[in-house]
Nanobody, 124 residues
Framework: QVQLVESGGGLVQAGGSLRLSCSAS????????MGWFRQAPGKEREFVAS????????YYANSVKGRFTISRDTARNTVNLQMNSLKPEDTAVYYC?????????????????WGQGTQVTVSS
């Protein structure tokens, strides 16, 4: 069983930055990818970014491309999401997820383990 814990959320003004981190309870486990998703009130959970583990390929939603960066910190055993130029529409609960099997790197249903989420609020 893998437990994921997100940290780094908070309140920031539009144009500001935040850095989210996701740590896993198990230091080494075989995984296909790690991803970040978000869910705004009244909306479905949506893909934000993913990191394919074996070759470090990254994928981004069009809405965050050029502003967000997903990365892996091997020493700290974390996956991070650097968010710059934040907009009010980025306001959501952000979730970290782990994919152990095969599937679409952008699909919610492909990820087997999820964190509890961290709130990001961007004020205008």
């Amino acid at each position: 069983q893998v437990q994921l814990v997100e940290s780094g959320g908070g309140l920031v003004q539009a144009g500001g930055s935040l850095r989210l981190s996701c740590s896993a309870s198990v230091r080494t486990f075989s995984r296909t990818a790690m991803g970040w998703f978000r869910q705004a009130p009244g909306k479905e959970r949506e893909f934000v970014a993913s990191f394919r583990w074996n070759d470090a390929m990254t994928y981004y939603a069009n809405s965050v491309k050029g502003r967000f960066t997903i990365s892996r910190d091997t020493a700290r055993n974390t996956v991070n999401l650097q968010m710059n130029s934040l907009k009010p529409e980025d306001t959501a609960v952000y979730y970290c997820a782990a994919m152990l099997g095969m599937g679409s790197l952008v699909g919610v249903s492909s990820y087997e383990y999820w964190g509890q989420g961290t709130q990001v609020t961007v004020s205008s």
